[in-house]
């Protein structure tokens, strides 16, 4: 997700239905340049070498963001063939999740650390000089850990995880000047009614205070810091062939028993 406001001007941006490495390239309608989806960077055009601000996000199951957020807006749905498309209950690309085809255009480098559909959730930080390190955390280590405490590129991590969201986020877990360390909560959450309850993803809690955090918005639920939120940080959920040849040397996260 990004800012389309660059430089004090208001971007529109569209699909440009081009790919570059396998991902989206969108455009704007101000100036026709053409913009990385992965990286928020201009391509081609008068605005290249440019950055949108990325902005923090997190991809759900519609089924848990309704739980978290009830009172969401929906865009409606369009009409004609590709309204009949969005109100299908059925996935368009469910069959492309468990397929071998990995992307349109061939893969630049072969990396294979991971398979190339792999789900993970991702992150490129600042590291000095202007340069970016990246770091992958694929679904099935996270579903293993259940929360990951991690530093990486100077920064205090925490990323989270839920199974049933299929959802991965991750946040820093540095709050008001202190490094908080996290573990899951109850499975069941805190009891019935509350908004960490019993259905939907578990809690996660931290060892200093025992406050019980609800998992995919770092919001302190119940206990001393209720009330309190930890700072998401903007990452990326994708395949693994999706983000290796944006970043190909990303490290990748084991879960250590």
């Known amino acids: 997700m990004y800012d389309r406001i660059l430089e004090g001007r208001e971007l529109s941006i569209g699909v440009s239905g081009k790919l570059w490495k396998n991902v989206l390239v969108m455009y704007d309608r101000q100036t026709d340049t053409l913009w990385s989806h992965l990286l928020g960077e ?14 923090p996000s997190a991809m759900m199951t519609y089924a848990e963001w309704k739980r978290l957020f009830p009172g969401t807006l929906i865009l409606k749905n369009p009409t004609g063939l590709f ?8 996935d368009p690309y469910e069959g492309y999740y468990y397929s071998s085809r990995a992307g349109i255009i061939p893969q630049k480098y072969r990396d ?31 579903n293993r850990a259940g929360v990951v ?8 991590l925490l990323v989270s995880y839920c199974e049933s969201a299929k959802s991965g986020v991750v946040f820093d877990r540095k709050l008001d ?3 908080l360390t996290f573990e899951p909560g109850s499975k069941n959450g805190p009891g019935k009614g509350s908004k960490i309850g019993p ?5 996660m809690r931290d060892r ?20 309190k939120k930890l700072r998401m940080i903007p990452s990326t ?19 250590k028993r």
């Open 149 to 156: 405490n991690d530093v990486f590129a100077g920064r205090d």
């Open 208 to 227: 200093e205070t025992g406050t019980q955090w609800v998992l995919l918005t770092g919001a302190a639920a119940e206990g001393p810091l209720k009330g």
């Open 177 to 179: 000047g202190r490094v």
């Open 112 to 142: 294979t650390r991971l398979h190339p559909k792999t789900f993970i959730v991702a992150v490129a930080l600042a590291s000095g000089g202007g340069k970016k390190k990246a770091k992958v955390y694929p679904f099935a280590e996270l």
């Open 237 to 255: 959920q994708s395949f693994w062939f999706g983000w290796k040849d944006y970043y190909p040397k990303s490290e990748i996260y084991r879960h």
């Open 42 to 55: 201009g391509l081609i055009g008068p605005l290249k070498g440019k950055r949108l601000k990325s902005l």
């Open 83 to 90: 309204g009949r498309l969005f109100r299908s209950s059925r």
């Open 199 to 203: 259905a939907g993803c578990p809690v």
